[in-house]
């Protein structure tokens, strides 16, 4: 995860790495892709067969996006700040419970400071 609000370059990022997949956010340009594992071996074996018959004899032919089965995600257009504010409000309003409680922001901050901690375990110390 990259996020920062105090750099030259503001940015909002979310990169995940599984077995099965690789997804990435990046909620600043408010775009998305997933890139399966899944679905890309019979194309992968196609453009071998291409390219060991001689009908692909320059690697610069190769289609790439063609080879990996890559989803594009629809990011909603709204503002996650404004978005918060307005539900805050809404709840202030309506004497109703926050989307997000103060036990939920808790818990938000208790789980960064363990991510910090692992990172930069003696930083935390001193």
Not at 58 to 79: F, G, H, R, W
Not at 88 to 99: C, D, Y
Request: aromatic fraction near 4%; charge should be negative; glycine fraction near 4%.
């Amino acid at each position: 995860m990259t996020a920062s609000r105090l750099a030259l370059k503001t940015e909002r990022r979310l990169r995940v790495f599984s077995p099965d997949a690789f997804v990435s956010v990046d909620y600043g340009k408010r775009t998305g892709v997933v890139v399966h594992r899944h679905g890309n071996l019979k194309a992968i074996r196609d453009t071998v067969a291409k390219i060991r018959s001689g009908e692909i004899t320059d690697p610069a032919q190769l289609k790439y996006t063609e080879l990996v089965n890559v989803e594009q995600l629809e990011i909603e257009e709204i503002d996650p700040l404004r978005t918060q504010l307005e539900s805050f409000i809404s709840a202030v309003r309506n004497r109703t419970t926050p989307e997000v409680t103060a036990e939920d922001g808790l818990a938000a901050v208790e789980t960064a400071q363990r991510i910090v901690a692992a990172i930069h375990p003696q930083e935390l110390m001193e």
